[in-house]
């Protein structure tokens, strides 16, 4: 806050006394400044300052109208922007707080208000005599308005003017060198000015500003984070005789902010026990004081921290503060002797109680498990979260939040990943900083592969117990489920035998339907009425049966009814889940393991849930001794499982990392005598060796891969699955690519084998989730799926459109002949062998050179776009223009264009996308589409196998009928080098 330290008296008083005053002019500024053009013929007071002398009635009343209607003005809307921002500004108790309580990004957000204060003060400044008493005052005001404006090089500079303008002339008005010897009485340490103030200057003026210029100097600094030049500043001015008394505090407040933004937090908290009497406010006070003791703490000073937060207590008016800082008393604990720490947590217990801190409970909680979190009381801890959640209020949800994440973490630590959890997907992310919600979300998605896998187990186990019951037991228990089952879902015992009327052939009779919102005696709302309600209910299962909460209800219930169900004997003995009803006996009895299949299904289950759930620990988590005793669960309940070879593997990768040499080599021998020779066995006794080994086997894989590809895309199906079957068969899917799967999907689609096409479609999607082709998968599974139902709505719309993979012969295209230059003709037909200009970057629309070839450029004719393929089969050939004709229609929809196949040679095929206007469009497609094809318009399909290039209409008829594409490419690479 910025201070006024003169004391306002009656203006008769003021009168009186100033008439003995001598006054301080300004004799330094210089009013000969460049004005503003509406200004330019009008001589402002300034500019008069040296016409008439500053006599005592010139004194009084430029002191005051500067004073009173400019400098203090200025200095209250200043204030009120520090007020605002220090409003804006939120103190978290639990983290170091900031030095101060405003953020210069909040008082810049005011620019409005900090142009006012400029504009204030420098009409302050011109329209005044410069010999005012409040010269040096506006200046530090203009100063101090660009500091918080955030225009820090404008700050110094004006700063820096006051260093010098107001620095002590000679006796003849010359300037005396600053920090020098040469000055009479000076040093290099003194570049302060000395402050002779009598007791009536002290009472009713105000001290001369350019010594706290030098302080803001410092600020600034600081602020630019510009440490050593601020350094070198304090010490200056620490050694300076000349400084004042009264900027000490604010000359340890800045050498206390320097130290803490070096973060040396015991040097910052002995210059800020300096710096309290700097303070403009109790409230500041306080905040510092609480600051004060944060840095002791972290200085190791717990006697001092204490005594600082026992003074933030008694000058705070915030009760938040009160309470954090009786907390932080409480922390303050010597060492771990127990007396010291159940103390402390004992005073927390009973402000706890105290109805004065109710609304603080939830933070004093938190608290107390901190405390026995450091003490590794680990189960008081929890409960006293819980406590902390249980009376949180809804109007602080960031006390919630830390609570919660608290206790998630710690359940996290002590290997409880359930409850774990559970917390974790109660936390509010939006109170989260980002930094941390990648971590949260990472540790949610592991913790919710775990959480499935142990219901799993837990209700196979639940199964398994009641299928070992005996049979009159485990009737009776069911019963005593379903029951229950029914009493929560609202059905009553006599409505079960009503539900399996069907609606669509019920005789509903003629009978009026009763009125149930009339004839309410009692007045009460029909749904606020129970006997109305259980008579509603009663009325409308008799109607309508026990109809499901569902859309479409009546079809439903029209499919499901006994009149209007079609045979199916291959089917009759599958029993559908959506078929059990759960709140009868039969139906629960349906899901226990009574049969050895059944019992078998049950195992399976246990048997690889367990092992994600160890093989997720290990891998994922890095707990290799849950991971082990998951494992060794498993061993011990399947032996001779059929995943037993992983177990053995992965359970001495465990016991390895836990340094349990013993168990890695039993494990080993294990694995050597029952698996032999396996990668497994290999693995535990030679890594080095099967890496070596993997690494040649994926370059053969990879290239076999490669050649299967080749002999997909160029047609020889037979051959590819025939290959791709073999090398399957070696090498299972690991080396499996998108592109491959793709295309071996487009022929399967093709041979109307839908569902091998599904299958390999799926596989994109599971394997490769991040490939640009994943998310085009999803679609024509949809469509696949819909074949049939498409296909017949297409055929009986009887349209005949040409064969998917037809070629068309473009109509020879004829075109106006395009005006001739005479300067373009005499440079196309001047002799080759001159010398050539050198080519501009916009070649477009440069003179072509003479070339020795059939092709001629015609860059403002219309273009095509022609993709060439290489070797590609018809089939790929044509999803290329179906490719191509989407990407057009999705990026291009409001310029027609038109997608066409062209066959050059037997295995040479053109895509050609007409409707460019001239040669520049057309390139400028290529350079867009260039860039997606292997991203989003043909992914599946390798860059080796196609190229673009822009053809000019007459130059197509030339290339069709003459077919020679090299002579074409080579005319494209003289024009255009290395583009095409």
């Not at 057309?922 to 196609?946: C, E, F, G, S």
């Amino acid at each position: 806050m910025i201070k006024s330290r003169g004391i306002h008296h009656l203006i008769l008083s003021l009168v009186f006394l100033t008439c003995y005053l001598w006054g301080i002019g300004q004799p330094t500024l210089d009013p000969d400044m460049k004005k503003p053009k509406k200004y330019e013929n009008r001589v402002l007071r300034s500019e008069k300052t040296g016409d008439k002398k500053f006599n005592l009635p010139r004194r009084f009343f430029q002191n005051t109208f500067t004073h009173y209607n400019y400098a203090f003005n200025a200095t209250a809307k200043l204030n009120q922007v520090i007020a605002s921002a220090r409003a804006q500004h939120l103190d978290d108790y639990e983290q170091l707080l900031s030095f101060y309580d405003y953020s210069i990004e909040n008082t810049s957000n005011q620019r409005t208000e900090l142009d006012s204060v400029i504009y204030k003060v420098n009409a302050g400044i011109l329209l005044h005599d410069l010999r005012s008493n409040w010269m040096d005052n506006l200046y530090l005001l203009m100063g101090q308005a660009y500091y918080f404006r955030n225009t820090l090089d404008t700050a110094w500079m004006t700063f820096q003017y006051m260093n010098y303008a107001f620095s002590p002339k000679e006796a003849d008005g010359f300037d005396k060198v600053i920090a020098s010897n040469a000055n009479e009485g000076g040093n290099a340490m003194k570049v302060a000015t000395e402050e002779d103030r009598n007791i009536i200057d002290r009472a009713f003026s105000e001290p001369p500003n350019r010594n706290d210029a030098l302080i803001w100097l410092v600020r600034t600094h600081i602020r630019n984070n510009e440490m050593s030049t601020a350094a070198s500043l304090i010490q200056t001015l620490k050694q300076d005789p000349l400084l004042p008394e009264r900027l000490e505090p604010e000359l340890a407040e800045v050498t206390a902010w320097w130290f803490y933004q070096q973060e040396q937090y015991d040097s910052a908290a002995f210059y800020l026990e300096n710096a309290l009497p700097a303070a403009d406010d109790k409230p500041q006070l306080a905040r510092w004081e609480f600051l004060l003791g944060q840095l002791y703490e972290r200085a190791s000073k717990p006697e001092q921290a204490k005594d600082a937060f026992r003074r933030s207590i008694k000058h705070t008016i915030n009760p938040v503060m009160e309470v954090a800082a009786q907390l932080q008393i409480a922390q303050q604990v010597d060492s771990l002797d127990k007396a010291d720490w159940q103390s402390a947590i004992d005073a927390l217990l009973k402000m706890a109680k105290r109805e004065r801190y109710s609304n603080y409970r939830d933070l004093i909680y938190y608290t107390i498990a901190k405390l026995e979190i450091k003490r590794e009381k680990w189960a008081e801890a929890k409960a006293n979260l819980l406590r902390s959640i249980k009376y949180n209020t809804p109007d602080n949800p960031y006390q919630h939040t830390r609570s919660y994440l608290l206790l998630a973490g710690l359940s996290f630590d002590q290997r409880e990943y359930l409850p774990a959890k559970n917390y974790y997907d109660s936390l509010q992310m939006g109170n989260l900083p980002d930094t941390m919600s990648a971590f949260i979300e990472d540790r949610k998605d592991v913790l919710g592969i775990l959480a499935t896998q142990y219901g799993i187990i837990s209700r196979q186990d639940s199964l398994q117990k009641l299928a070992a019951m005996p049979e009159a037991e485990r009737n009776e228990f069911l019963k005593k489920q379903a029951r229950q089952l029914r009493r929560q879902r609202g059905i009553k015992e006599d409505e079960m035998t009503g539900g399996g009327t069907n609606p669509v052939l019920s005789q509903l009779g003629n009978n009026v339907p009763t009125d149930l919102f009339g004839g309410q005696a009692t007045g009460d709302w029909y749904f606020y009425n129970n006997a109305l309600k259980s008579r509603g209910f009663s009325e409308f299962r008799s109607k309508w049966g026990n109809r499901a909460n569902a859309d479409n209800w009546r079809r439903s219930a029209a499919a499901t009814a006994p009149g209007f169900t079609k045979e199916n004997p291959d089917t009759s003995s599958v029993v559908t889940t959506d078929a059990i009803d759960e709140t009868t006996v039969e139906g629960l009895l349906s899901r226990i393991p009574t049969t050895p299949e059944m019992l078998k299904i049950s195992n399976d289950s246990i048997l690889q849930a367990g092992y994600l759930l160890a093989y997720t620990a290990q891998n994922r988590l890095e707990d290799y001794e849950t991971a082990a005793t998951e494992y060794e669960k498993l061993l011990q309940r399947f032996p001779g499982n059929v995943q037993e070879i992983d177990i053995l593997y992965n359970l001495a990768i465990c016991y390895r990392m836990m340094g349990r040499s013993d168990m890695v080599s039993q494990l080993k021998n294990r694995l050597t005598t029952e698996f032999p020779g396996s990668r497994q066995t290999k693995l535990i006794s030679d890594p080095l060796g099967v890496q070596l080994e993997d690494s040649a086997i994926s370059r053969k894989a990879t290239t076999t891969y490669d050649e299967i590809y080749d002999q997909f895309i160029s047609g020889k199906f037979d051959e590819a699955l025939a290959a791709k079957q073999k090398a399957d068969s070696v090498y299972g899917s690991h080396y499996w690519t998108p592109q491959l799967l793709y295309i071996e999907a487009v022929y399967h689609i093709r041979q109307q084998s839908d569902s091998v096409a599904i299958k390999r479609l799926e596989q994109i999607s599971s394997q490769f989730p991040d490939h640009g082709l994943a998310a085009k998968v999803n679609n024509m599974i949809d469509v696949l799926k819909r074949r049939k139902e498409i296909e017949e709505y297409l055929t009986n719309l009887d349209v005949e459109r040409p064969a998917e993979d037809s070629t068309v012969a473009l109509p020879e295209i004829t075109t106006k002949k395009e005006p001739e230059d005479p300067e373009i003709k005499a440079a196309t037909t001047r002799d080759v062998t001159k010398e050539k200009k050198e080519i501009d970057k916009n070649r477009l629309d440069k003179k072509a050179p003479e070339l020795k070839t059939m092709f001629s450029r015609h860059s403002a004719q219309p273009h095509f776009v022609v993709v060439v393929l290489n070797d590609v089969d018809p089939v790929y050939v044509n999803e290329s223009r179906n490719a191509f004709t989407r990407y057009n229609k999705e990026t291009y929809y409001n310029q027609p264009m038109n997608v066409l196949i062209v066959s050059l040679t037997e295995k040479v095929n053109m895509v050609t996308i007409r409707g460019f206007s001239n040669e520049k469009e057309a390139i400028d497609y290529i350079a867009k589409a260039r860039v997606q094809a292997n991203k989003d318009i043909i992914p599946w399909l390798k860059t080796d196998k196609y190229y673009f290039m822009p053809v000019a209409e007459d130059n197509m008829n030339l290339l069709i009928a003459n077919k020679n594409l090299p002579e074409y490419r080579n005319f494209l690479e003289q024009l255009f080098p290395g583009q095409f």
